[in-house]
Structure formats: C-alpha cells, structure tokens
C-alpha cells in the first residue's frame, strides 16, 4: 500500500517562506509523478504544481509561478516545494498526490491516485 506524509506546515508571516515535504512509502518512488493540491476553507482543492517522474519536468499554477519549485529526491523517496513570497492567499491545507499515468493533465486531481492526509499552512498578513 502507498503511503504519503506531508510535513513542514506551519504558521508564517507574508513574505516568508516554509518548505513543505512528502514522504513516500511502499511503492516505487521513481515510478511516480507527484502533484502538489491545495484546499482552502469553503473551496475547491486546487492544482499547485506537480513534478514529473524523472524530476527534471515540472508544472505550475499560475497563482504560484515564480514563487513556488518542486523538486524530488528519489534517493530519499520525498518531494518538496520551497514556498517563497507567501502571501495571505495561500492559505490552505496542502495535499501531495501521487500518479503513475498522467491522462487528463498535471493539474486533474482524478490523475492520481495517492493522497496524503494534508498538512495545514497559515499565512498571516
């Protein structure tokens, strides 16, 4: 069974930055692209970024480009997104996602098939 950790959430002010990380277990790491999701109070989780399987190819919204990369280590099974000028906006619980075929697009939660259980992430102004 595929397991996924999220961790690193917190509190920070705007401007600040966190990283994020995810840690996966029971399957083959490498074998996965993973996303990035986001859920704030009342709405709909939202496609932050995602990394593909070889690590070298990665996608973002646009609400986040410039400010946010992903990137893996396959040695340590883990994903991280360095969150840099966070603004209040970015507000959520941050879920990672794991997929081994990408069919409809990155950005469509339907793709993947692992979730984590969230990690929460405050930004005050």
């Known amino acids: 069974q595929v397991q996924l950790v999220e961790s690193g959430g917190g509190l920070v002010q705007a401007g600040g930055s966190l990283r994020l990380s995810c840690a996966v277990s029971g399957g083959t790491f490498s074998m996965y692209h993973m996303g990035w999701f986001r859920q704030a109070p009342g709405k709909e989780r939202e496609f932050v970024g995602a990394t593909r399987r070889n690590g070298a190819d990665t996608d973002y919204d646009d609400s986040v480009k410039g400010r946010f990369t992903i990137s893996r280590d396959n040695t340590k099974n883990t994903v991280y997104p360095q969150m840099n000028g966070l603004k209040a906006e970015d507000t959520a619980i941050y879920y990672c996602?794991?997929?081994?075929?990408?069919?409809?697009?990155?950005?469509?939660?339907?793709?993947?098939?692992?979730w984590g259980q969230g990690t929460q992430v405050t930004v005050t102004p």
């Open positions: 996602a794991a997929a081994l075929l990408i069919r409809r697009g990155v950005s469509d939660r339907n793709d993947y098939s692992y």
